[in-house]
């Protein structure tokens, strides 16, 4: 059958992974927004060229998101969490090593507990279904 008009079930966990996959998405645009220092270093005046970027790629994986539950695309979300682990790999790191966390136990804590593990166990899950509807 084909995978793209195959229906996924969304168990009830999964969509507590899905709401803690997307909600940064849009909730760092908005810190981005609210405060222009966040990316753009020390002029608070104008909103710099780096929120303005991280917003559009955030927005746009936040509704890709969307539509991929609407959908109920077992690909379309294993490729998003894909992505947004891959994102997250690269971006927990990189506030470690400049230094950009408060308490840094706690950074590798929510990484590792926030976006790792659930999203190691949503893509699990999909790529089962995935494999038994082939």
Excluded: C
């Amino acid at each position: 059958m084909n995978q793209l008009s195959q229906k996924l079930h969304i168990p009830w966990w999964l969509y507590i992974i899905l709401f803690m996959e997307i909600w940064p998405m849009f909730f760092g645009p908005y810190l981005a927004l609210t405060n222009p220092t966040f990316l753009g270093g020390p002029e608070a005046s104008t909103l710099a060229v780096g929120s303005l970027i991280y917003l559009a790629r955030n927005f746009a994986v936040g509704l890709a998101f969307f539509i991929a539950i609407y959908l109920k695309n077992a690909p379309m979300l294993f490729i998003l969490i894909f992505i947004r682990l891959f994102t997250d790999l690269v971006d927990g790191p990189t506030f470690l090593a400049f230094g950009m966390a408060a308490n840094e136990t706690r950074l590798v804590a929510l990484f590792v507990l926030g976006y790792y593990i659930p999203a190691v166990i949503a893509m699990t899950y999909l790529w089962k279904q995935m494999s038994r509807n082939e």
